[in-house]
T-cell receptor, first 114, second 116 residues
């Protein structure tokens, strides 16, 4: 299974962009990258996902390198409420057609500072 | 309704007890998942159900027994657990494969289990 590695922690000043890196050097060509965040042991919350192209939504941007071995989640204007653990996830096909495993990385604890 | 509802939120049980965790969704999703999360660790996949059939079991001990009685409901039956099984148990769902779905998992808030 593809695995992801992330820095254990990062700080970011409020109002600045937070750039969270993820390494997934063993990812296969059809495996998607997802980002979730988790606040205070609540259920993980979806942020964004992508395969090859860069993606943007109302929460964040996802930049995937051309060789797909790494990606970066960008929160353009971090707020105190963005303090959370951010997980980079690879979706891996299961043995049964149409089933998938979502494999969590180790996570980055982002602290947004006032 | 975009919610995944898990009950109970907290459960304390002895090692000889039998208990169950329940998960429910009404989004028409046909894939449902159980994850286990220990403190300060990422969620670890336990089971995946697709169209009410168990499709993935990540070598989980038999003291954890999943059940999917219908497309909206997922249970996790617990028996003879150990203190090290204490964790947050997360349920999630996603749309079915027939729609070539590439989107997200929807997670519940979890059931926090303590085994004494």
């Amino acid at each position: 299974d593809a695995k992801t590695t992330q820095p254990p922690s990062m700080d970011c000043a409020e109002g600045r962009a937070a750039n969270l890196p993820c390494n997934h050097s063993t990812i296969s060509g059809n495996e998607y990258v997802y980002w979730y965040r988790q606040i205070h042991s609540q259920g993980p919350q979806y942020i964004i996902h992508g395969l090859k192209n860069n993606e943007t939504n109302e929460m964040a941007s996802l930049i995937i390198t051309e060789d797909r071995k790494s990606s970066t989640l960008i929160l353009p204007h971090a707020t105190l409420r963005d303090t959370a653990v951010y997980y980079c996830i690879v979706r891996v096909a299961g043995l049964t057609s149409g089933t998938y495993k979502y494999i969590f990385g180790t996570g980055t604890r982002l602290k947004v500072l006032a | 309704d975009t919610e995944v509802t898990q009950t109970p939120k907290h459960l304390v049980m002895g090692m000889t007890n039998k208990k169950s965790l329940k998960c429910e969704q009404h989004m028409g999703h046909r894939a449902m998942y159980w994850y286990k999360q220990k403190a300060k660790k990422p969620p670890e996949l336990m089971f995946v159900y697709s169209y009410e059939k168990l499709s993935i079991n990540e070598s989980v001990p038999s003291r954890f027994s999943p059940e999917c009685p219908n497309s909206s409901l997922l249970n996790l039956h617990l028996h003879a657990l150990q203190p090290e099984d204490s964790a947050l148990y997360l349920c999630a769902s996603s749309q079915d494969r027939a729609r070539a779905y590439t989107g997200e998992l929807f997670f519940g808030e979890g059931s926090r289990l303590t085994v004494l």
